[in-house]
């Protein structure tokens, strides 16, 4: 009786302990089950003001030649009424619909109905059906990967339109800015409300979803981890890479044809935000399945935060160094334009490499040379969402050893680039840097949060080896 007894209560805490770990398990994954005062707070400014931040920027340089403080002042000294403004604002058009609606479908059929062939003539190049990480509830997702593809493709066609077809004219974006920023705008909370039906009706994996009872962090942060549609239209490698981050040379051609329209020339300084942002974009397609490791894929869970920001946030205020330029064309002295590439391709150079060490040294489990030698780690161990225990580890070696996320001290170098290229009279084109360095500052700190909830006293082992955040010897 007794041994019986014992039993029972052995395997009661056997369960309770593999309960306990499968709870902190969810807890390390995605967003939060449970919302406090800041966080709410949070997500309600954003709605509330996100979107008129976005029409605050594209019509200051519509109507106020980009300065971000005449139309406040028009405002404060009764100057011009909000109506005035809005007045003055192009509404939706029927012509714009059809551009937006035509752009987005030509998209999802290139993701959907064209699988990869890049990846079979291209040395190096990773494409084709690919495996995602594993979710919280242990799925692993394929994708297809065909990002560089649909690039290609897209530009191709814009280019042999823009030099012989010629059924639409290379301004055509720029010349439909604002009616188009209606139609990305519905989009964005279309699918993003979508979404959030979807995750409570006919969620694509219910073990995969988190509710937490409060309606406006869920519509922000999403419900479902991986929304699908069939078995290849994944809303999150869709809507982060198209046809937001596709369109974004293409903004930027379209501004560079509009500054070469209106004065007969295009500037140094957008000829170097067109390569230096169009390397970006390439980099992202060229390694679009090393992105599927990455914190977008394997934490964020989709919501506005994803759907309304690439429909909106990301087109509109990522490339406002073009649309800028478009109004106060800048004609850099070449030491000026020198220094800016080479920042911006130092910038690049440390992005990728950081980021070329940390896909490699996962590939090889470690076994592999960084700098010519062997690299060093620290060995973790965490609990998936059932239970089982899985090991990592984390590099100390490389630009890994220099910060704990040196690929973002990268990023944010080239980021500076692209702002340093429009020159020093305005301070709109320098929103990207400022909004850049609160993104992945909060990228680090939510990054570190989630590992340390994850490692545990593994996580300070490693902090304690690799000491800096972002700035070696300093932050």
């Not at 192009?90 to 290139?110: D, E, H, K, S």
């Not at 639409?168 to 720029?174: A, D, R």
């Not at 440390?350 to 620290?378: A, M, V």
Request: proline share 4%; aromatic share 18%.
């Amino acid at each position: 009786m007794a041994t019986h007894q014992e039993r029972k209560l052995v395997e009661g805490r056997k369960h309770q302990n593999m309960q306990n770990d499968i709870n902190v398990s969810q807890g390390q994954w995605g967003r939060a089950w449970e919302v406090d005062w800041f966080s709410l707070a949070s997500i309600l400014f954003l709605l509330i003001f996100a979107p008129l931040i976005v029409y605050y920027f594209i019509m200051s340089c519509a109507q106020y030649q980009c300065s971000l403080t005449d139309p406040l002042l028009d405002l404060l000294t009764g100057s011009k009424h909000l109506s005035d403004i809005w007045n003055r604002t192009p509404m939706l058009t029927y012509r714009a619909a059809v551009i937006y609606f035509l752009w987005v479908t030509f998209q999802v059929v290139l993701y959907v109905f064209i699988p990869d062939f890049c990846h079979k003539f291209l040395p190096g190049y990773v494409g084709g059906v690919q495996e995602g990480a594993v979710t919280p509830a242990g799925v692993v997702n394929k994708y297809e990967i065909n990002g560089l593809q649909a690039w290609i493709i897209t530009h191709v066609l814009w280019f042999a339109n823009a030099s012989c077809f010629h059924f639409f004219s290379p301004t055509i974006i720029f010349d439909n800015w604002i009616p188009l920023l209606w139609c990305a705008n519905i989009l964005g909370y279309a699918v993003s409300t979508f979404a959030m039906i979807k995750g409570y009706f006919f969620p694509t994996n219910a073990k995969d979803c988190k509710f937490t009872g409060n309606f406006f962090y869920d519509y922000m942060m999403g419900i479902e981890f991986n929304p699908r549609i069939g078995k290849w239209f994944d809303f999150k490698l869709f809507f982060n890479g198209r046809p937001g981050i596709v369109a974004w040379t293409l903004i930027n051609l379209s501004f560079a044809a509009k500054q070469q329209e209106l004065y007969s020339e295009v500037t140094n300084s957008m000829i170097l935000v067109n390569v230096l942002q169009g390397i970006y974009v390439l980099d992202f397609f060229w390694n679009e399945a090393w992105y599927l490791k990455t914190i977008d894929i394997c934490h964020d869970h989709f919501g506005w935060y994803l759907g309304w920001g690439d429909c909106v946030w990301l087109p509109y205020l990522y490339t406002l160094q073009g649309l800028y330029l478009v109004y106060h064309p800048v004609q850099l002295c070449t030491a000026h334009a020198i220094g800016v590439l080479i920042l911006g391709l130092l910038g690049y150079y440390i992005f990728r490499t950081t980021n070329h060490q940390k896909d490699l040294f996962r590939r090889t489990n470690g076994s592999c040379r960084i700098w010519g030698k062997k690299p060093e780690y620290i060995e973790c161990s965490y609990m998936s969402v059932d239970g089982t225990k899985y090991y990592s580890k984390l590099m100390t070696s490389g630009f890994w050893g220099w910060a704990r996320h040196f690929n973002y001290t990268g990023d944010l170098m080239g980021s500076l680039a692209y702002c340093l290229a429009c020159g020093f009279e305005h301070i709109l084109p320098y929103f990207y840097i400022v909004y850049m360095t609160i993104l992945l500052t909060h990228r680090c700190i939510r990054d570190e949060h989630r590992c340390s909830s994850k490692y545990g006293k593994e996580w300070k082992r490693y902090t304690a080896a690799v000491p800096h955040r972002l700035l070696p010897g300093i932050f």
